[in-house]
């Protein structure tokens, strides 16, 4: 994905300067040789995040006023770091947990979570620090992954699968299938198509027929399952999907297209898909190991 310079914020922290944004100059070789190796682009947007498993943001400083030499390079690198971890809150803030709800309105409710976001911004790995002792401003490249036991999804569903307000938002009926749907085998995993529709990745990303009735719900599978994985894979195409789900074991998933959206993160499908899908699992028990991929536009 072709990054474009989208914006550039002017902070100032005590007597220090500092600038972030999504683009990285030529002054700054080494992040960009860093980047181009690791096949990383910087994080502009959420759907971004999900489909890269990793979100990846710069922030630009410079010298504290008044600083001589080597504390000019500390300060700036310093004050670099302060400006990477605000548009890193600023990111995960904007994570979807399910359907309206987002990490920043349970941060509202919850002081856990409030502390939980911002702890993690702080304990973010430094991936790139680098000094340009020409114009003297540093640069630094913060990493974090979503997915894997040190991620941010594990730190919020421990936070938020407990909370009373989330819990009321996932008790919806589960469907039933019909006795006298057909049986559905050979298929392994699920391919969920949703480039139709205006459909955004979460933390807990749910299928639903066109009654309301819920056919997967992440909250209900292992917690150990959702911090490994998520609640699925995220690609730009039905191909990429396949070999997403191809690396976790998956030889023969079931494709099949939404036919709507319940909510910005929860879609909808057909009777007859939803007949398939509920057979398929009950044949290979794909859910419990969240062995889905979400296609989005």
């Known amino acids: 994905m072709k990054m474009k310079t989208i914006l550039a914020v002017l902070v100032l922290m005590g007597m220090a300067g500092s600038v972030f944004g999504y ?79 987002t990490v920043r309105d349970q941060q509202r409710a919850s002081e856990v979570v409030r502390t939980s976001v911002s702890g993690f911004a702080r304990g973010a790995r430094v991936v790139v620090e680098e000094w340009n002792e020409k114009d003297e401003s540093a640069l630094v490249i913060l990493s974090v992954g979503l997915n894997g036991p040190k991620g941010f999804a594990a730190l919020m569903y421990d936070s938020i699968l407990n909370e009373a307000g989330i819990r009321k938002e996932l008790q919806r009926p589960v469907y039933v299938l019909s006795s006298a749907a057909p049986v559905v085998e ?24 066109a009654k309301g009735e819920v056919i997967y719900d992440p909250a209900r599978i292992s917690q150990k399952v959702l911090v490994e994985h ?4 995220y690609t730009n195409s039905v191909d990429k999907a396949k070999a997403a789900l191809g690396m976790r074991g998956v030889k023969n998933p079931l494709v099949v297209r939404a036919s709507g959206t319940l909510s910005p993160t929860d879609l909808l ?29």
């Open 23 to 101: 683009e990285i100059d030529d002054r700054y070789q080494k992040a960009r040789t860093f980047l181009r190796d690791n096949r990383m682009d910087l994080t502009v947007t959420i759907e971004q995040a999900f489909v890269q498993d990793t979100v990846v943001v710069s922030g630009e400083g410079l010298p504290k006023a008044g600083t001589t030499g080597a504390q000019k390079r500390l300060t700036a690198i310093t004050a670099a770091k302060s400006v990477a971890q605000r548009r890193l809150v600023e990111l995960l803030e904007g994570v979807s947990v399910v359907a309206e709800t």
């Open 186 to 209: 050979g298929y392994d995993g699920l391919v969920i198509d949703a480039r139709d529709y205006s459909f955004r990745p979460a933390l807990i990303n749910r299928i639903f027929t």
């Open 230 to 233: 998520g609640c699925g894979e």
């Open 269 to 297: 499908v057909a009777d007859v898909a939803a007949d398939q899908i509920f057979s398929v699992n009950h044949a290979s028990g794909f859910m419990a190991a969240a062995r889905v991929a979400f296609v989005l536009k």
